[in-house]
T-cell receptor
Framework: AQKVTQAQTEISVVEKEDVTLDCVYETRDTTYYLFWYKQPPSGELVFLIRRNSFDEQNEISGRYSWNFQKSTSSFNFTITASQVVDSAVYFCALSEVNDYKLSFGAGTTVTVRA | NAGVTQTPKFRILKIGQSMTLQCTQDMNHNYMYWYRQDPGMGLKLIYYSVGAGITDKGEVPNGYNVSRSTTEDFPLRLELAAPSQTSVYFC?????????????????FGQGTRLTVV
């Protein structure tokens, strides 16, 4: 069973628009981590944010913000005032306390047009 | 700061050939992972290790072998290359402390190895 689902395959926006990426996860553990990674066209994987299951406080970090809701098993990520450099594939990932393996979603390709 | 280093960056193999993808990390992380990423797809776990001398299978281990003789190194071996193994391979490491939750880190990834089997 897929543990992390990113239903949006591709999103295209114009610069300065906000972009929200959806992530739904599945786990039986009560203790786990959630992550967002960015993969720019150059191919490397860049860590963006991490949240643990005990902390549902939503935060803002620069132009990034996230909305973690355990009740709906969702961990959505928003880029505010998007820029062309935000064009990348964004992955949501889950790490469960039993084994700490990272399970990735299929990714959402974000294209920001000037 | 080197972080996670993978070699080579690119490789073309012929069907049936063997090769080893090298991965080393200098952060003293206990956990290490190998993932493969097929075009347009997410990352799938091949093997992982929780410490020197301990390895375990991930989702897609067939056709691969690993070893972890030191904390720093986690090589991935392809014995008989097949076209289905054409992919980008990522090595990663993280620090996991099962008792000190707040000390756990995210996974740090290498730059990737682009492998083509023809």
């Amino acid at each position: 069973a897929q543990k992390v689902t990113q239903a949006q395959t591709e999103i295209s926006v114009v610069e300065k628009e906000d972009v929200t990426l959806d992530c739904v996860y599945e786990t039986r553990d009560t203790t786990y981590y959630l992550f967002w990674y960015k993969q720019p066209p150059s191919g490397e994987l860049v860590f963006l944010i991490r949240r643990n299951s005990f902390d549902e406080q939503n935060e803002i970090s620069g132009r990034y913000s996230w909305n973690f809701q355990k009740s709906t098993s969702s961990f959505n990520f928003t880029i505010t005032a998007s820029q062309v450099v935000d064009s990348a594939v964004y992955f949501c990932a889950l790490s469960e306390v039993n084994d700490y393996k990272l399970s990735f979603g299929a990714g959402t390709t974000v294209t920001v047009r000037a | 700061n080197a972080g996670v280093t993978q070699t080579p960056k690119f490789r073309i193999l012929k069907i049936g050939q063997s090769m080893t993808l090298q991965c080393t990390q200098d952060m003293n992380h206990n956990y290490m992972y190998w993932y493969r990423q097929d075009p347009g797809m997410g990352l799938k776990l091949i093997y992982y290790s929780v410490g020197a001398g301990i390895t375990d299978k991930g989702e897609v281990p067939n056709g691969y072998n690993v070893s972890r003789s030191t904390t720093e190194d986690f090589p991935l071996r392809l014995e008989l290359a097949a076209p289905s193994q054409t992919s980008v391979y990522f090595c990663a490491s993280s620090r996991i402390d099962r008792f000190e939750w707040g000390r756990n880190t995210e996974a740090f990834f290498g730059q990737g190895t682009r492998l083509t089997v023809v």
